[in-house]
C-alpha cells in the first residue's frame, strides 16, 4: 500500500477492503472484524478525516494526547481505545474515558482497574495483554503466568474481560507475525476452556499497518491500524 498518496479518507476505504478480502480468503464473515485507527501523533483535522472516511473506533497510546483530542473532536459517534502502556497512577483517568483498555498488562495492574471502576460504579473492558515473544521491552503476561493469574483475574468483578492483545517482536515481514497471531488465538481457546464465568476471550486485538491481513486471517477481531492510514509519523 503506498501510504504516501491518497486522501485519509481512501486509504481508510482501502484498509477496509483488504480487512474484507484477507477474511473472506479464510472464510470468515468481514464484519467480525473492527478497524482502530491509531492516531498517536495525529492532529485533530486528519483524524476528522479519517472519521469522516468512515472510522468509527481510534487508539491512542498517552492519556495526554488522547483527552485534549476527544475534547477536540467532539463526536459521540466515535468510540475510544487506550492501546498504549498504561501506568497504575493514571489509571483512574482511563477509566470510563475509554470503551477498552487493550493494553492490561500483569494482575496489579488489573486490580488497580477493578478499585477504580468499582469505585466509579462501572465495569470497566478490558483485554489482557501478552507478551508471547519474551521481550524485555515489552509488557504484557507470559503464558504461564496468565494461566496462573486467570482465578484472581476471574474474581475482579468490576472488570470486563474480553479477551487479549499481542505485538509481535518487530519484521519487516508480515509473515514472520503469523506463528504468534496463531499463538494467541490457541492461548485463547486454552483459557476459554479453564471455564472461569467472568472471563470473556471473544476477542483478539492484534495485526497493526504491515502484518493486519495476516492477523485477519489467523483470527483477529480488532486491528490497530496507524501509518496505512496517516502516513509516517515521529515522535
Same mark, same amino acid.
Given at each position: 500500500?503506498?501510504?504516501?498518496?491518497?486522501?485519509?479518507?481512501?486509504?481508510?476505504?482501502?484498509?477496509?477492503?483488504?480487512?474484507?478480502?484477507?477474511?473472506?480468503?479464510?472464510?470468515?464473515?468481514?464484519?467480525?472484524? &473492527?478497524?482502530?485507527?491509531?492516531?498517536?501523533?495525529?492532529?485533530?483535522?486528519?483524524? &476528522?478525516?479519517?472519521?469522516?472516511?468512515?472510522?468509527?473506533?481510534?487508539?491512542?497510546?498517552?492519556?495526554?494526547?488522547?483527552?485534549?483530542?476527544?475534547?477536540?473532536?467532539?463526536?459521540?459517534?466515535?468510540?475510544?481505545?487506550?492501546?498504549?502502556?498504561?501506568? &497504575?497512577?493514571?489509571?483512574?483517568?482511563?477509566?470510563?474515558?475509554?470503551?477498552?483498555?487493550?493494553?492490561?498488562?500483569?494482575?496489579?495492574?488489573?486490580?488497580?482497574?477493578?478499585?477504580?471502576?468499582?469505585?466509579?460504579?462501572?465495569?470497566?473492558?478490558?483485554?489482557?495483554?501478552?507478551?508471547?515473544?519474551?521481550?524485555?521491552?515489552?509488557?504484557?503476561?507470559?503464558?504461564?503466568?496468565?494461566?496462573?493469574?486467570?482465578?484472581?483475574?476471574?474474581?475482579?468483578?468490576?472488570?470486563?474481560?474480553?479477551?487479549?492483545?499481542?505485538?509481535?517482536?518487530?519484521?519487516?515481514?508480515?509473515?514472520?507475525?503469523?506463528?504468534?497471531?496463531?499463538?494467541?488465538?490457541?492461548?485463547?481457546?486454552?483459557?476459554?476452556?479453564?471455564?472461569?464465568?467472568?472471563?470473556?476471550?471473544?476477542?483478539?486485538?492484534?495485526?497493526?499497518?504491515?502484518?493486519?491481513?495476516?492477523?485477519?486471517?489467523?483470527?483477529?477481531?480488532?486491528?490497530?491500524?496507524?501509518?496505512?492510514?496517516?502516513?509516517?509519523?515521529?515522535?
Amino acid at each position: 500500500m503506498d501510504v504516501a498518496s491518497g486522501s485519509v479518507g481512501a486509504r481508510v476505504r482501502l484498509v477496509l477492503d483488504e480487512i474484507r478480502s484477507a477474511a473472506l480468503r479464510v472464510g470468515r464473515a468481514p464484519e467480525a472484524i &473492527r478497524l482502530i485507527a491509531v492516531s498517536k501523533n495525529v492532529p485533530v483535522e486528519r483524524l &476528522r478525516e479519517a472519521v469522516d472516511g468512515g472510522i468509527r473506533h481510534v487508539g491512542e497510546n498517552r492519556l495526554q494526547e488522547a483527552l485534549p483530542k476527544i475534547e477536540a473532536l467532539d463526536r459521540d459517534d466515535v468510540i475510544w481505545h487506550f492501546i498504549g502502556r498504561l501506568q &497504575r497512577r493514571k489509571v483512574k483517568s482511563v477509566v470510563g474515558r475509554f470503551e477498552t483498555i487493550h493494553s492490561v498488562d500483569s494482575l496489579a495492574l488489573a486490580e488497580e482497574i477493578g478499585r477504580r471502576a468499582q469505585e466509579a460504579g462501572l465495569r470497566q473492558r478490558i483485554l489482557l495483554e501478552v507478551n508471547l515473544g519474551g521481550e524485555a521491552s515489552k509488557g504484557g503476561f507470559e503464558s504461564g503466568a496468565l494461566l496462573a493469574a486467570l482465578p484472581a483475574l476471574n474474581g475482579l468483578l468490576s472488570l470486563d474481560i474480553r479477551g487479549l492483545m499481542t505485538i509481535p517482536p518487530p519484521s519487516t515481514l508480515a509473515e514472520d507475525a503469523r506463528p504468534y497471531f496463531r499463538r494467541l488465538r490457541e492461548l485463547a481457546q486454552m483459557l476459554t476452556a479453564q471455564g472461569c464465568a467472568n472471563i470473556n476471550m471473544q476477542e483478539l486485538s492484534m495485526g497493526m499497518s504491515h502484518d493486519y491481513q495476516v492477523a485477519v486471517e489467523e483470527g483477529a477481531t480488532w486491528v490497530r491500524v496507524g501509518t496505512a492510514i496517516f502516513g509516517a509519523r515521529h515522535d
